[in-house]
């Protein structure tokens, strides 16, 4: 199984300096190694991007609207997304969820939106410090799943990525030093909602402070499949080091 690097830009860049991003990281991915890569510009960029990427570095969106076309000023659709070469959708990042007001019904209906329409999602979970504290995570983190999945179909599944994003791990230079005892709880509920062998294919990748000194720990890790990058991926270097070590670990674990 392949690992999958996103880098997210978030709320990041103006055009010239997302284009020369962009070349950067493209120029530095001339190969395919074990490691599918992503990344999620403004989505004012995503069009203008489109002909920078090369078969190695795929276009990600960094959310979509939870209905489909019509009358809805400022959304843009799923499948507009698609016609413009867009690979994969963020949905339920924990910023959206926070500051949007993402309830976890909006999120079921992103997740319905973007697989109806063919593309991959890349579902977004994770606790913040509160429930951490309380020993709520594992509780949070597992119903963000049942309900974000409650409408996708096994056959669905294998066009979904899940990304375990501590909230107290973003951008705080903090990593959850336990993810993989998160990522086997995912795991293992993903057994429970679908079946053995669904939650062996299903990529779960990690976010939160995850940067070129602490990547190949991480992507060590045993049910870690990679990451999704905030901070690091704003610098080609760092993401193509994060994308590095994915392809070491990988190397190391055969
Ligand atoms: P940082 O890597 O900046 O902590 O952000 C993680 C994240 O939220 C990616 O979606």
Known sequence: MRNIVTGNWKCNKLWDEADKLM??????????GHTEVMVAPPSPYLAA????????????????S???????????T???????????VLIGHSERRESFGETNAAVAAKMKQTLDAGLMAILCCGENLDERDAGRH????LAQLSHALSDVSSEEMDRVVVAYEPIWAIGTGRTASAEQEMHAAIRQHLTALFNQSIADSTRILYGGSCKPSNAL??????????????????????????????????????
């Not at 920078?52 to 979509?64: G, I, K, W, Y």
């Open 138 to 141: 594992f509780e949070k983190v």
């Open 49 to 64: 991007l489109r002909p920078r990427c090369n078969e190695f570095v795929a276009l990600s969106s960094q959310q979509c």
């Open 217 to 254: 720990e991480i992507f060590m890790q045993p049910d870690v499949n990679g990451g999704l990058i905030g901070g690091a991926a704003l610098n080609a270097t760092d993401f193509l080091a994060i994308v590095k070590a994915s392809n070491e670990a990988i190397s190391k674990a055969q």
């Open 23 to 32: 070349v950067e990281v493209v120029e530095g991915m001339q190969s395919a």
């Open 78 to 88: 799923a499948s507009m997304l698609k016609s413009i070469g867009v690979k994969s």
């Open 66 to 76: 939870a209905s489909g076309e019509g009358a809805h000023t400022g959304e843009y």
